[in-house]
């Protein structure tokens, strides 16, 4: 499987022709159990919500598609180069991580004691190996931490001051938690706080993730999160928790979740996905809806995932109104999707 990128101009859903402008684009037409994107090398999330259109303004707008267009092309310039898929996740969720639109690293929310503390994990689907950080207060890029638990020490998941120690042993950079502040998420936590007398209509820039799949067709998915604004301490979600928020398997799909992560681990989001199309040899379009459009709102929650297959079948399900994600193509071609009528539910 070569996988050839050449720069192509962006492509966004509202640049698209009107008959596909509220779908997805040629290479994305319907398929029988819901929507599939074909000869997908790799694929990022900036969270599960709504974001209407003229929510935001054409600036905010262009920080947004940005940064995932960078992301997109620094991880699949690795896998150009013949990276591993692994490496692709992994820059493509630390550009998003440095990037302050998003709730990871740089830009996550505040916990209920004004503290930052950030969750990540990593799969590499060719082995099963994985590694998880959460709850760490100085580590810029946790996602980065998380590849290192999985490659330097004999543990999956590392949490909180020893996580943070870890990476000073490995040679990850300590940094303060006013790196991570930004206005915006100060300013939501006095909102949780102090509840306006009307909620906000447009929920946006929350858990990062991406998948990919290597020259060789083995995927990887990794993802990384600052967790919910006004949580308790210590409290962690579905991000770091293999199976949960994160999953791959070089036989199945790569996967990684947004949405409410306490209904996200009690549903097994993630695995579950993978397990269906295993064993039952449902697509990955199939069992990415049923999963998230079906199975997680029945348990009381809304969340959205990527989801993405060794042949490069991408599907994008969610039960919130809308999902910020983009991808791009063996061909080089780029799309990213903002507004809730951009990407289709299933």
Known sequence: MSTQLPRRTVITAAALSPA????????AQAAPGGSVIRDVVLAVHGGAGSLPRGSITPAQEKA??????????????LLSG???ALDAVEAAVRVLEDDPNFNAGKGAVFNTDAEHELDASIMNGKDLRSGAVAG?????????LARMVMERSRHVLMAGKGADIFALQNGLAYTTQDYFFTQRRWDAL?????????????????????????QGRDVAAATSTGGLTNKLVGRVGDSPVIGAGTYANSRTVAVSCTGTGE???????AYDISALMEYTGAAVQDAAAKVITQKIPALGATGGAIALDPRGRLATPHSTLGIINGYITRDGTVVTRLYNDETPPH
């Open 263 to 269: 209904v996200f681990i009690r549903g097994v989001a």
């Open 82 to 84: 013949g990276a591993p």
């Open 20 to 27: 596909l402008a509220v779908g997805a684009p040629a290479a």
């Open 190 to 214: 006095l909102n949780a706080k102090n509840p306006p007398p009307v909620p906000p209509s447009v929920t946006e820039g929350q858990t990062v993730g991406a998948v990919a799949v290597d």
């Open 136 to 144: 760490v207060h100085n580590t810029r890029n946790p996602i980065s």
């Open 64 to 77: 947004y598609r940005d940064a995932l267009e960078k992301a997109l092309r620094t991880g699949a310039g």
